[in-house]
T-cell receptor, first 113, second 111 residues
Framework: NAGVTQTPKFQVLKTGQSMTLQCAQD?????MSWYRQDPGMGLRLIHY???????DQGEVPNGYNVSRSTTEDFPLRLLSAAPSQTSVYFC????????????FGPGTRLTVT | DAKTTQPPSMDCAEGRAANLPCNHS???????VYWYRQIHSQGPQYIIH???NNETNEMASLIITEDRKSSTLILPHATLRDTAVYYC????????????FGDGTTLTVKP
């Protein structure tokens, strides 16, 4: 198993540009989520999904969209990038919501100028 | 929402046990306590989790108080490679959308 993969590893955007961060898992996990981590801080939940076709907002959803058309993929879209979205983005997956560990991807480091 | 409180930093001598505390006084009955760690800027790594009983695996032990309002992660023989940020979170089916990581405890293992 490759586990949780994320692309790209690094990305620089200009203010106002849009892009999609990719996340995929090959463990047949139902639950997937996106976090952002700002320098020196913990991870904050952006959006999550409990299964294909089902998504919901986390703690900091503004400026981001998600969709879950397949069990394997959970892309995160930045609609109009802002400098405040400069952060490291982590994708995670778990088999279920309770009693199951989350597996994290290696992260995408995004800089918005 | 069940929030957690952890000390911002701790030191531990190499070879000694590291005991990392976590307060989760608002935890509800169906929420689990999880511990993860993050080394440098890598993705967090799962360590251990528990509901009511104490748990042990090859990495660590988790001690949960009887009232479940606090817990302690124990690394029995800390090594330099255990230097990391350790996160304690509570998570259950009802709060998965609000399951967020606080700032964690930076553990520094010293020779």
């Amino acid at each position: 198993n490759a586990g949780v993969t994320q692309t790209p590893k690094f990305q620089v955007l200009k203010t106002g540009q849009s892009m999609t961060l990719q996340c995929a898992q090959d463990m047949n996990h139902e639950y997937m989520s996106w976090y952002r981590q700002d320098p020196g801080m913990g991870l904050r939940l952006i959006h999550y999904s409990v299964g294909a076709g089902i998504t919901d907002q986390g703690e900091v959803p503004n400026g981001y969209n998600v969709s879950r058309s397949t069990t394997e993929d959970f892309p995160l879209r930045l609609l109009s990038a802002a400098p405040s979205q400069t952060s490291v983005y982590f994708c995670a997956s778990s088999l279920g919501l309770a009693g199951d560990e989350q597996y994290f991807g290696p992260g995408t480091r995004l800089t918005v100028t | 929402d069940a929030k957690t409180t952890q000390p911002p930093s701790m030191d531990c001598a190499e070879g000694r046990a590291a005991n990392l505390p976590c307060n989760h006084s608002t935890i509800s009955g169906n929420e689990y306590v999880y511990w993860y760690r993050q080394i440098h800027s890598q993705g967090p790594q799962y360590i251990i989790h528990g509901l009511k009983n104490n748990e042990t695996n090859e990495m660590a032990s988790l001690i949960i108080t009887e009232d479940r309002k606090s817990s302690t992660l124990i690394l029995p023989h800390a090594t330099l490679r255990d230097t990391a940020v350790y996160y304690c979170i509570v998570r259950g089916a009802a709060n998965a959308g609000k399951s967020t990581f606080g700032d964690g405890t930076t553990l520094t293992v010293k020779p």
